[in-house]
């Protein structure tokens, strides 16, 4: 069974950037789509971004498109979300998932992590 672990979340200023990371144990990622969701206080969880197997497929919701950068290395068994200029509605704990293919659906994640909480202010 994989297990993911999220980190790198944290109190940050509007404007600044924050990097998390995903590692995965008790399993390899190199043959899952792998992707964030956020979880915002009182909302439902929503798609952030995706990424191939491969990784030569990524997409975005459109909020954070041009902002966010979704990464992965299959050696190191790890995603990334490079997050740059944030907002203060980034405002989340956000979710790494592992699943057959990189889709903005949650149904189609076999695997979540514990989330990680951004917290961004202004």
């Known amino acids: 069974q994989m297990q993911l672990v999220e980190s790198g979340g944290g109190l940050v200023q509007a404007g600044n950037s924050l990097r998390l990371s995903c590692a995965a144990s008790g399993g390899r990622i190199a043959s899952y789509a792998m992707a964030w969701f956020r979880q915002a206080p009182g909302k439902e969880r929503e798609f952030v971004a995706s990424?191939?197997?491969?990784?030569?497929?990524?997409y975005y919701v459109d909020s954070v498109q041009g902002r966010f950068t979704i990464s992965r290395s299959n050696a190191q068994n790890s995603v990334y979300l490079q997050m740059n200029s944030l907002k203060p509605d980034d405002t989340a704990v956000y979710y790494c998932?592992?699943?057959?293919?990189?889709?903005?659906?949650?149904?189609?994640?076999?695997?979540w992590g514990q989330g990680t909480q951004v917290t961004v202010f202004s």
């Open positions: 998932a592992a699943g057959r293919r990189p889709s903005r659906a949650e149904s189609e994640y076999d695997y």
């Open positions: 990424i191939s197997w491969s990784g030569g497929g990524t």
